[in-house]
């Protein structure tokens, strides 16, 4: 059971946030170019302005799923921002571990 309990607080200390699309300014959204060697890719990048709406779970434990969309076709300026942030009541805990997350990526079509 120690295992779960590590985990539990260390979800409970790098929690994922993301924003609230409708929060997020033109301006608080940043361009960002990612060169490659063999490639190029754009995103976004966050400037944290103080009327950026952020929502996270509070005591995430491993069962609980986040779920967002990130980038939606048919509004494309529609991004939604996200972030692990740090919850200092949690930090320097016994049992803390490092980060691990799995992320996953998907294409969707809907006809």
Excluded: C
């Excluded at 994922?16 to 990048?45: C, M, N, Q, W």
Aim: hydrophobic share 35%; no cysteine; proline share 4%.
């Amino acid at each position: 059971m120690s295992g779960v309990r590590s985990v539990v607080l260390f979800l409970m200390r790098h929690k994922i946030a993301v924003t609230d699309a409708r929060s997020l300014s033109k301006e608080a959204k940043i361009h960002t170019r990612f060169v490659y060697p063999d490639r190029e890719k754009g995103s976004y990048s966050i400037q944290n302005k103080g009327d950026i709406k952020w929502y996270f779970i509070s005591a995430q434990e491993p069962s609980d799923v986040l779920l967002f969309k990130q980038y939606d076709s048919e509004n494309p300026g529609h991004v939604v921002g996200h972030t692990s942030i740090l919850d200092e009541r949690f930090d320097g805990q016994p049992g803390v571990v490092a980060r691990w997350n799995i992320e996953t990526r998907s294409v969707v079509i809907l006809e």
